[in-house]
C-alpha cells in the first residue's frame, strides 16, 4: 500500500514497506516479483525491493503479466525486458 485509505492509520505504507523488507531479507525466503509488462519496470518497487534483498537473484522469480495490455506496437520492449536489457528479471 502507497498510501493509507480511511480507516487506516496513517503510516500504513511505511509499516508494509518495511513488513515486505523483513521478509524479503529472510535468506530462507523466496521472492516472487510480478510485475505487468505495460508498467514502467525501471520504477517498480518489487523489482527495487528483491534486488535490495537478493542482489545475485539467487533467491528471485521474475513474472511478468497482462502482455495483452500492452499498446500495440511496444511488443520489442518486452523483448528487451526478457532479454534482461531493461531491468534483470531473474
Known amino acids: 500500500a502507497r498510501v493509507a485509505t480511511e ?12 513488513l515486505a523488507i523483513s521478509y524479503a531479507a529472510a535468506p530462507a525466503s ?16 518489487a ?3 528483491a534486488a535490495e534483498a537478493d542482489p545475485d537473484g539467487s533467491r528471485t522469480v521474475g513474472v511478468l503479466t497482462k502482455p495483452d495490455l500492452m499498446d500495440p506496437g511496444t511488443e520489442s520492449g ?3 525486458i526478457l532479454e ?3 531491468v534483470r528479471l531473474p
Not at 35 to 41: Q, R, T
Open 7 to 18: 480507516g487506516q492509520a496513517r503510516d500504513v505504507p511505511e509499516l508494509t514497506r518495511r
Open 47 to 49: 523489482l527495487r525491493l
Open 78 to 80: 518486452v523483448e528487451a
Open 84 to 86: 534482461g536489457r531493461v
Open 30 to 45: 523466496l521472492l516472487l516479483v510480478v510485475v505487468a509488462c505495460n508498467a514502467d519496470l525501471a520504477t517498480a518497487d
